[in-house]
């Protein structure tokens, strides 16, 4: 037994010993063995592996992470430009609608959208885009694809997309964009867009309903899109396609620059569709063929994903258009230059924010984010509240970055509640009121670490009808104080709640005490502190707040049915126009009877009206002076407590460069810079192993044993 | 011997349909199909339409234990049971939500849950044992008294503080080991080296004081004192014949636990972003995936009952006065 104890032991030393013996040829704690000295390669983590890489199916953030840097769709967001612009991707051009009217004939360009029968979008894309190198294109000497008709068993030694010997390319065609609009309808995908697109493309609903019907007739054979017809999406010429849009849908544009619309080869989905192919997850789903500038050559969310440079990219220019502050951000400097500049991405899993934050600070992550476990140690504020570095951050030359993020937090009250709903006066005084009590300044700086600005009504900065300053505030919560904006007095509160009938908190005609209903996901003790501030908030008025704390599944419920009363809830911009948040007010989408996106209920005729009208105007002043109207009735309404538009803070170290946060475009890995030379450096003199603790444990060892050994010999000499 | 394990691997059976059963409707009762379509499909964009399509695409469209609409043994076939449950006898998993064979995951996370389970086992199992043999070697001495306390001060200590402190100090601070992370071949070790050595740590004040205890009662026994009085050396008669006694309830601990080495450890690995089998379970309790969360309960439960037969037959391989009919 001691023997085999013995022989273990030298093992398991000898294997210690040899495992930092490899790692001695860099630092010992280079969590990546074998990476070569200066590499073009950035490394990044994920903390959460993505559930689909099929454009027609991902829609999550930390997938298009990957989908953007794969998959083309025709248009792209400009990189540095402000307010966010399309430009072209593959497309020769940004397309511009023709409008028709029932009968086809042309429709001049101001056409008000009630005599819009149909919106023509046609697209050409560039000649010459070649697809990623994939078995899926790959002929024989006779021309006939070598990997479509295969045996299980032939797949049967396959286990990823390279063990394939040969690989091949294709030119890019129009008929591959229609073939993913087809995608999107087909049953077996569950595309989350497919219902909203097939409210706009001309004939989606019914091919949804003739593949499902195939789907059923022959579950066990794979569709054939290319035989089922599409009226609203056809191919014109083999670099030109058509789609049709139903009535006047101006915000389609932006859909265009989604993955969704990423072109998808039939040889990819034939190519997966082979028996024991799924088996090995080799499906579309995870192993994505596109023609961007990077393909997904490792793929083990798992552990990590490796997108590597796409030899075949048809190549791009860094742009050469920004504002000063760009210029003098250094944003320019690499303007015209060919794009992409890292060789490879590395991404590697890291569920938890220390280690993840550990790597950061000893250079093997290029960039973070800032978890609140963090935040102190990254960032403080000036005294006038401008977030700066720490000096160790700024000493290991790592640079912040922040942003406002289009989205928006608040507190929503269901309008169909008989205390805090409808949209009388009183009811209107008591919604105000509370929206002055509920402190967001406070929240912001409390629990935000000061990640955020107070919002002023439902659209963020950064999209058309925002309005910046004292200009832009909502006059029923804030006021201007010499140019400041100002929250309004808890005096002023009070007296709007009287003037709703609750005087000091109660009801003016039974005297029982207000009693408000807060519905929430949050729960444990890390929310305690949170929602103790909710209701700390309401006793400032002397109304009681009830916390109701459930899951997701509990609190999807009761908004769809309309159970809760006040509930907190946000939204995140699919695409930079107003209309992607006023149509969360907008009366025909209440989430009950419609189960639409209004989770409040909010259904006013005026509002409903101007945004019929203004979502399908072009921005300008008159599209302005319409928004205008409308925030002025969200926010006398105040249907929600207009909380807070986050704001994002991100880290990157000083050899990264070409970093400007763009919350639309999702294929910005092109543009990134690295320069791996002072990265070598920075990191060997930040990880110079430290060995006296190993001395020193060893030392404390014997210090402990050589008693024990003294005190056994002297014990068995006595028993001799 | 072998009509026993068979026998016992035949009452495993209804076991494990009891056990299916019970998962299946525990996870139900919380999160209908419904549910868990929504969860899927997002916050965004989700319509009934998408909901229902998503059911067809998973195979949540039938009824849960009963089909009214079929007749004969489609009854209870054409259900979300049967279609989910039977396939797993034969250890058929089928796919979790996000369309990965969980099969193929099982099987490819199983070697770094075990490369990292293993050698704590192993490890933890020898200095467990070493550390309470020299407290028995050192009983009623100041030695043994510190070991104790120190015993209880380790078994004091939260498990995830090992996990920061050890990430902080020797990774963070000292820049000895890669803080997170796995690779393959001869490259792995150095990956490996940290979680061990916190998992070994960690498990020594419970594990040595157990063994201890167990030490003490059999070096009280009259075959010790016949023993010494031969002439054997302390040394002789704690590892020749105090270990060899103890081997017994050291044995009921440990190879019970063996089979489950597979399962992984839940904290270890998303700590050190261990790609395992304990990460894989957490990531579909959260998403509520429970294709995966079935499988893996199944699993738990299958490798339970191996390590509980592999109990018993340790014992008669251990002492021969056990026999298995």
């Given at each position: 037994?001691?023997?085999?104890?013995?022989?273990l032991?030298?093992?398991?030393?000898?294997?210690?010993?040899?495992?930092?013996l490899?790692?001695?040829?860099?630092?010992w704690?280079?969590?990546y063995?074998?990476?070569?000295?200066?590499?073009?390669?950035?490394?990044?983590?994920?903390?959460?592996?993505?559930?689909?890489?099929?454009?027609?199916?991902?829609?999550?953030?930390?997938e298009?992470?990957?989908?953007?840097?794969?998959?083309?769709?025709?248009?792209?967001?400009?990189?540095?430009?402000?307010?966010?612009?399309?430009?072209?991707?593959?497309?020769?051009?940004v397309?511009?609608?023709?409008?028709?009217?029932?009968?086809?004939?042309v429709?001049?360009?101001?056409?008000?959208?009630?005599r819009?029968?149909?919106?023509?979008?046609?697209?050409?894309?560039?000649?010459?885009v070649?697809?990623?190198?994939?078995?899926?294109f790959?002929?024989?000497?006779?021309?006939?694809?070598?990997y479509?008709?295969m045996k299980?068993?032939?797949v049967?030694?396959?286990?990823?997309?390279?063990?394939?010997?040969?690989?091949g390319?294709?030119e890019?065609?129009?008929?591959?964009?229609?073939?993913?609009?087809?995608?999107?309808?087909?049953?077996?995908?569950?595309?989350?867009i497919?219902?909203?697109?097939?409210?706009?493309?001309?004939?989606?609903?019914?091919?949804?309903?003739?593949l499902?019907?195939?789907?059923?007739?022959?579950?066990?054979?794979?569709?054939?899109?290319?035989?089922?017809?599409?009226?609203g999406?056809?191919?014109?010429?083999?670099?030109?396609?058509?789609?049709?849009?139903?009535?006047?849908?101006?915000?389609?544009?932006?859909?265009l620059?989604?993955?969704?619309?990423?072109?998808?080869?039939?040889?990819a989905?034939?190519?997966?569709?082979?028996?024991g192919?799924?088996?090995?997850?080799?499906?579309?789903?995870?192993?994505?063929?596109?023609?961007g500038?990077?393909?997904l050559?490792?793929?083990?969310?798992?552990r990590?994903?490796v997108?590597?440079?796409?030899?075949?990219?048809?190549?791009?220019?860094?742009?050469?258009?920004?504002?000063?502050?760009?210029?003098?951000?250094?944003?320019?400097?690499?303007?015209?230059?060919?794009?992409?500049?890292?060789?490879a991405?590395?991404?590697?899993?890291?569920?938890?924010?220390?280690?993840?934050?550990?790597?950061?600070?000893?250079?093997?992550y290029?960039?973070?984010?800032?978890?609140?476990?963090?935040?102190d140690?990254?960032?403080?504020?000036s005294?006038?509240?401008?977030?700066k570095l720490?000096?160790?951050?700024r000493?290991?030359?790592?640079?912040?970055?922040?942003?406002?993020?289009?989205?928006?937090?608040?507190?929503?009250f269901?309008?169909?509640?008989?205390?805090v709903?409808?949209?009388?006066?009183?009811?209107?005084?008591?919604?105000?009121?509370?929206?002055?009590?509920?402190?967001?300044?406070?929240?912001?700086?409390?629990?935000?670490?000061?990640?955020?600005i107070p919002?002023?009504?439902p659209?963020?900065?950064?999209?058309f009808?925002?309005?910046?300053?004292?200009?832009?505030l909502?006059?029923?919560?804030?006021?201007?104080?010499?140019?400041?904006?100002?929250?309004?007095?808890?005096?002023?509160a009070?007296?709007?709640?009287?003037?709703?009938?609750?005087?000091?908190?109660?009801?003016?005609?039974?005297?029982a005490?207000l009693?408000?209903?807060?519905?929430t996901?949050?729960?444990?003790?890390?929310?305690?502190?949170?929602?103790?501030?909710?209701?700390?908030?309401?006793?400032?008025?002397?109304?009681?707040?009830v916390?109701?704390?459930?899951?997701?599944?509990?609190?999807?419920?009761?908004?769809?049915?309309?159970?809760?009363?006040?509930?907190?809830?946000?939204?995140?911009?699919?695409?930079?126009?107003?209309?992607?948040?006023?149509?969360?007010?907008?009366?025909?989408h209440?989430?009950?009877?419609?189960?639409?996106e209004?989770?409040?209920?909010?259904?006013?005729?005026?509002f409903?009206r101007l945004?019929?009208?203004?979502?399908?105007?072009?921005?300008g002043?008159?599209r302005?002076?319409?928004?205008?109207?409308?925030?002025?009735?969200?926010?006398?309404?105040?249907?929600?407590?207009?909380?807070?538009?986050?704001?994002?803070?991100?880290?990157?170290?000083?050899?990264?460069h070409?970093?400007?946060?763009?919350?639309?475009?999702?294929n910005t890995?092109?543009?990134?810079?690295?320069?791996?030379?002072?990265?070598?450096?920075r990191?060997?003199?930040?990880?110079h192993?430290?060995?006296?603790p190993?001395?020193?444990?060893?030392?404390?060892?014997?210090?402990?044993?050589?008693?024990?050994?003294?005190?056994?010999?002297?014990?068995e000499?006595?028993?001799? | 011997?072998?009509?026993?394990?068979?026998?016992?691997?035949l009452?495993?059976?209804p076991?494990?349909?009891?056990?299916?059963?019970?998962t299946?409707?525990?996870?139900?009762?919380?999160?209908?199909p419904?549910?868990?379509?929504?969860?899927?499909?997002?916050?965004?964009?989700?319509?009934?339409?998408?909901?229902a399509?998503w059911?067809?695409?998973?195979?949540?469209?039938?009824?849960?234990l009963?089909?009214?609409?079929?007749?004969?043994?489609?009854?209870?076939?054409?259900t979300?049971?049967?279609?989910?449950?039977a396939?797993?006898?034969?250890?058929?998993?089928?796919?979790?939500?996000?369309?990965?064979?969980?099969?193929?995951?099982?099987?490819t996370?199983?070697?770094?849950?075990?490369?990292?389970a293993?050698?704590?086992?192993?490890?933890?199992?020898?200095?467990?044992?070493?550390?309470?043999?020299?407290?028995?070697?050192?009983r009623?001495?100041?030695?043994d008294?510190?070991?104790?306390?120190?015993?209880?001060?380790?078994?004091?200590?939260s498990?995830?503080?090992?996990i920061?402190?050890?990430?902080?100090?020797?990774?963070?601070?000292?820049?000895?080991?890669?803080?997170?992370g796995?690779?393959?071949?001869?490259?792995?070790?150095?990956?490996?080296?940290?979680?061990?050595?916190?998992?070994?740590v960690?498990?020594?004040?419970?594990?040595?004081?157990?063994?201890?205890?167990?030490?003490?009662?059999?070096?009280?026994?009259?075959?010790?004192?016949?023993?010494?009085?031969?002439?054997?050396?302390?040394?002789?008669?704690?590892?020749?014949?105090?270990?060899?006694?103890?081997?017994?309830?050291i044995?009921?601990?440990?190879?019970?636990?063996?089979?489950?080495?597979?399962?992984?450890s839940?904290?270890?690995?998303?700590?050190?972003?261990i790609?395992?089998?304990?990460?894989?379970?957490?990531?579909a309790i959260?998403?509520?995936?429970?294709?995966?969360?079935?499988?893996?309960?199944?699993?738990?439960?299958?490798?339970?009952?191996?390590?509980?037969?592999?109990?018993?037959?340790?014992?008669?391989?251990?002492?021969?006065?056990?026999?298995?009919?």
């Open positions: 037994m001691t023997r085999i104890g013995a022989t032991l030298k093992t398991v030393l000898l294997g210690i010993g040899l495992s930092l490899a790692g001695c040829s860099d630092n704690n280079n969590p063995p074998g990476s070569a000295t200066q590499a073009n390669v950035l490394y990044s983590a994920f903390s959460e592996r993505p559930k689909h890489l099929d454009p027609a199916r991902s829609y999550a953030s930390n298009v992470e990957f989908t953007g840097q794969i998959y083309e769709p025709p248009l792209q967001y400009h990189f540095l430009k402000r307010p966010y612009t399309l430009i072209p991707l593959t497309a020769e051009g397309p511009q609608p023709r409008y028709l009217d029932a009968t086809g004939n429709l001049p360009d101001n056409t008000p959208a009630a819009i029968a149909e919106s023509v979008y046609e697209v050409r894309i560039k000649p010459g070649q697809y990623q190198p994939h078995p899926a790959a002929r024989d000497a006779a021309g006939r694809y070598r479509h008709a299980a068993t032939e049967a030694g396959k286990t990823q997309v390279s063990d394939f010997e040969y690989a390319t294709r890019l065609v129009a008929a591959d964009y229609v073939y993913q609009i087809k995608r999107l309808a087909n049953p077996k995908l569950s595309s989350p497919f219902g909203l697109m097939a409210e706009h493309i001309v004939g989606l609903k019914a091919l949804g309903e003739s499902e019907q195939a789907a059923r007739a022959q579950p066990d054979v794979e569709l054939s899109l290319n035989d089922f017809p599409l009226a999406a056809e191919v014109v010429d083999r670099y030109t396609y058509r789609i049709r849009i139903k009535g006047k849908y101006p915000q389609f544009i932006y859909w620059a989604m993955p969704f619309f990423a072109p998808v080869p039939w040889e989905e034939r190519f997966y569709a082979q028996p192919m799924a088996e090995k997850n080799l499906t579309l789903d995870w192993q994505p063929v596109g023609t500038p990077y393909y050559a490792e793929n083990d969310p798992n990590r994903m997108l590597k440079k796409n030899p075949h990219f048809h190549g791009e220019t860094y742009p050469v258009e920004g504002d000063a502050a760009d210029q003098q951000a250094g944003l320019l400097a690499d303007a015209g230059k060919s794009l992409p500049f890292v060789d991405a590395v991404f590697s899993l890291e569920k938890e924010t220390i280690p993840y934050w550990s790597k950061f600070l000893q250079g093997y290029d960039s973070s984010g800032i978890s609140s476990d963090s935040f140690q990254a960032v403080q504020f005294a006038g509240g401008d977030p720490t000096d160790s951050m000493k290991r030359d790592i640079r912040l970055f922040t942003t406002v993020e289009t989205s928006i937090s608040y507190v929503g269901n309008m169909l509640d008989p205390v709903g409808g949209l009388g006066k009183d009811r209107q005084k008591l919604r105000q009121a509370l929206s002055i009590a509920f402190d967001y300044d406070e929240f912001i700086s409390i629990f935000r670490n000061g990640r955020g919002a002023q009504g659209i963020p900065p950064g999209l009808g925002y309005v910046d300053g004292v200009a832009g909502n006059p029923y919560v804030y006021e201007n104080k010499g140019g400041e904006i100002q929250r309004r007095s808890l005096s002023t009070r007296k709007l709640l009287a003037e709703a009938g609750y005087p000091n908190g109660r009801d003016a005609k039974t005297g005490p009693v408000l209903y807060f519905d996901m949050a729960s444990g003790p890390d929310a305690k502190s949170r929602l103790d501030w909710m209701k700390k908030q309401l006793d400032k008025l002397n109304v009681q707040l916390v109701r704390g459930t899951d997701y599944n509990r609190f999807q419920d009761k908004i769809r049915k309309g159970n809760a009363q006040m509930f907190e809830w946000g939204w995140n911009a699919d695409y930079p126009d107003p209309e992607n948040f006023f149509f969360l007010l907008y009366g025909p209440k989430k009950i009877a419609t189960g639409g209004n989770a409040a209920n909010y259904d006013n005729p005026e409903n945004f019929e009208r203004m979502k399908d105007m072009d921005n002043p008159e302005q002076q319409l928004i205008d109207a409308m925030l002025e009735i969200v926010r006398r309404d105040a249907p929600w407590i207009y909380a807070y538009y986050p704001k994002s803070f991100g880290l990157r170290h000083g050899w990264v070409n970093v400007k946060p763009n919350l639309m475009a999702n890995l092109k543009y990134r810079r690295i320069d791996p030379a002072l990265r070598d450096t990191r060997a003199e930040w990880n192993p430290v060995l006296w190993i001395v020193l444990l060893v030392g404390a060892l014997v210090i402990v044993i050589a008693p024990a050994v003294i005190a056994w010999r002297r014990r000499r006595k028993t001799a | 011997m072998l009509a026993y394990i068979l026998r016992r691997l009452y495993a059976i076991i494990l349909i009891g056990v299916n059963l019970l299946f409707a525990l996870f139900f009762v919380v999160n209908t419904d549910d868990m379509a929504r969860l899927q499909l997002g916050a965004k964009h989700v319509t009934p339409d998408a909901i399509r059911k067809v695409e998973h195979g949540y469209d039938k009824p849960l009963l089909n009214a609409r079929a007749s004969g043994s489609a009854q209870l076939t054409d979300i049971f049967f279609k989910h449950s396939a797993m006898f034969v250890f058929e998993f089928g796919k979790g939500d996000d369309g990965r064979n969980i099969g193929n995951e099982i099987r996370r199983m070697g770094p849950s075990l490369a990292i293993l050698p704590v086992f192993v490890i933890g199992l020898l200095v467990n044992i070493t550390f309470a043999l020299l407290m028995v070697f050192f009623s001495t100041y030695l008294l510190w070991g104790v306390v120190l015993c209880v001060v380790l078994m004091s200590i498990g995830l503080f090992y920061i402190a050890g990430q902080y100090f020797i990774s963070k601070l000292w820049n000895l080991l890669p803080i997170s796995v690779a393959g071949g001869i490259d792995g070790l150095r990956f490996i080296v940290l979680p061990v050595l916190i998992g070994v960690a498990g020594i004040g419970s594990g040595a004081r157990w063994y201890r205890t167990i030490f003490l009662e059999e070096i009280g026994k009259d075959y010790v004192r016949t023993a010494r009085a031969k002439g054997l050396s302390e040394v002789r008669v704690l590892f020749r014949h105090v270990l060899k006694n103890g081997m017994i309830p044995l009921t601990g440990a190879v019970v636990v063996l089979p489950l080495l597979f399962m992984g839940l904290i270890t690995e998303s700590f050190f972003g790609p395992g089998l304990g990460s894989y379970t957490i990531d959260q998403a509520q995936d429970f294709a995966v969360v079935r499988a893996m309960v199944f699993l738990g439960s299958f490798l339970y009952i191996v390590g509980l037969i592999l109990t018993d037959i340790s014992y008669s391989w251990v002492d021969p006065r056990v026999r298995l009919q």
